[in-house]
């Protein structure tokens, strides 16, 4: 039985390998390394984060970004992109040095058993371990708007569904959202070709500024310090304070997860957008239905804040709605594991202070923990973090072993007859 078995190789999954090695834990990967990166975001994006602030972690801090590139004859440079290729091909780089082997099946299912937990991959091999990480990313959780799930998938998607655009050169497409996903996609589906608009609830897009440089005046550094997300006191705390973010009351860090780093597009995606892609600001779909003229497509009813309702005809939506993070979208959980999960008020997963859930054992990384440690859990940079607290949880648990009760995570208590998840 393995101490540890880390589900799913992406940023946070293969940091976490990377630590828990470190830490000499008998371990398993299973996941295809940076799957998602490769499979699932168009040729031509680029990674909005700064490079520097886009590490995988390492014990070491051998294997980072700049390291990667520069191997590659390229610098690495702060305002400056980089393409998600070269970010996926990092990763892969990143898995074949600082990560042991890693088993590239999915895994379909996770079971408790007496002393840990079983996993199914998908040919039928079942792997145990005391400890489970699971780091699955976000493609489980995607959100597709309410009007649009009763249309098939060729007439709507979702912007994480496309690892390129080429079906759609020459037809008529409509993006909806208005953060960065939305709006890097309508400019790649310009860029060749396609008739493109962008609907978007908001009134205005928001865009975000060109980044100061990183050697500033004292002074200007005191008033916005650079963070992993961006300048500002506030994002410094969201990025470089996760664990202080996580003793928050319950409720302000619902608040702050829901509405913190809103929609927003990158400053070098701005000059793309706006001469090229009509914008249709202030509308919400309220409905959607399949037309049945020669060449088909699909009606799109929308109304504005002040009621008035207007209408469109287009091919294809691409959905750029985001990721809703909840219990029951964690699949591949067994129902009685999944169904056992204490939830907070936005549906997703309580964690401990350690990523450890409120069953004892498992763990979970990624955008999962948002609402538990903030809103770095939805970036690279999150990785950090997660992987040397997560890891340190890890062998706490193993130390302890595993109680039979439920780990205590924040809103549950000594009173309540659990165990403390340390």
């Not at 309220?286 to 088909?296: C, N, Q």
């Amino acid at each position: 039985m393995y101490d540890l078995l880390v589900v799913g190789a992406g940023p946070y999954g293969l940091s976490i390998a990377s630590h828990a090695a470190g830490a000499g834990l008998r371990l398993r990967v299973l996941g295809r390394p940076m799957a998602s990166w490769r499979d699932h975001m168009p040729r031509g994006m680029y990674l909005k984060s700064e490079p520097w602030a886009s590490n995988l972690s390492d014990p070491d801090n051998r294997w980072r970004l700049d390291t990667y590139c520069a191997g590659q004859g390229v610098k690495a440079r702060h305002g400056q992109p980089i393409p998600l290729e070269m970010f996926a091909s990092y990763g892969q780089w990143f898995a074949r040095n600082a990560v042991p082997e890693v088993d590239e099946r999915t895994v379909t299912r996770v079971t408790p058993v007496a002393g840990g937990f079983e996993a199914v991959t998908e040919d039928g091999e079942t792997v145990r371990a005391r400890t489970v990480a699971l780091a699955v990313g976000v493609l489980p959780f995607v959100e597709i708007p309410g009007a649009l799930r009763g249309l098939g998938p060729d007439l709507v998607s979702h912007s994480s569904h496309h690892g390129d655009l080429d079906r759609f050169r020459g037809r008529d497409v409509t993006v909806i959202g208005g953060g960065q996903a939305a709006l890097e996609t309508a400019a790649l589906l310009a860029e060749q070709g396609t008739r493109v608009r962008v609907l978007a609830r908001a009134e205005q897009l928001n865009w975000n500024n060109v980044p100061p440089p990183l050697e500033r005046p004292w002074w200007r550094s005191a008033r916005a310090p650079h963070s992993g997300l961006g300048c500002g006191w506030r994002n410094w705390f969201y990025s470089e304070r996760p664990g202080v973010y996580h003793r928050l009351p319950e409720p302000t860090r619902a608040r702050i997860a829901a509405t913190a780093l809103g929609p927003a597009g990158a400053w070098w995606v701005r000059d793309r957008v706006e001469p090229a892609v009509e914008v249709l600001l202030g509308q919400e779909v309220a409905s959607a239905r399949e037309l049945t003229v020669a060449g088909g497509g699909v009606r799109l009813d929308t109304v504005t804040r002040s009621g008035e309702r207007r209408s469109l005809e287009t091919e294809h939506v691409i959905a750029a709605t985001g990721f809703r993070a909840t219990c029951d979208r964690l699949g591949l959980l067994d129902p009685r594991l999944g169904a056992g999960l204490r939830a907070l008020a936005d549906g997703s997963p309580a964690v401990g202070r350690h990523f450890e859930s409120s069953h004892p054992g498992l763990f979970l990384a990624g955008l999962v923990t948002a609402s538990g440690f903030g809103p770095a859990m939805r970036f690279v940079h999150g990785a950090t973090f997660t992987a040397e607290t997560l890891v340190r949880g890890v062998r706490r648990r193993l130390r302890a072993g595993a109680p039979t009760g439920r780990a205590t995570v924040p809103g549950q208590g000594r009173r309540e007859g659990v165990r403390s998840a340390g």
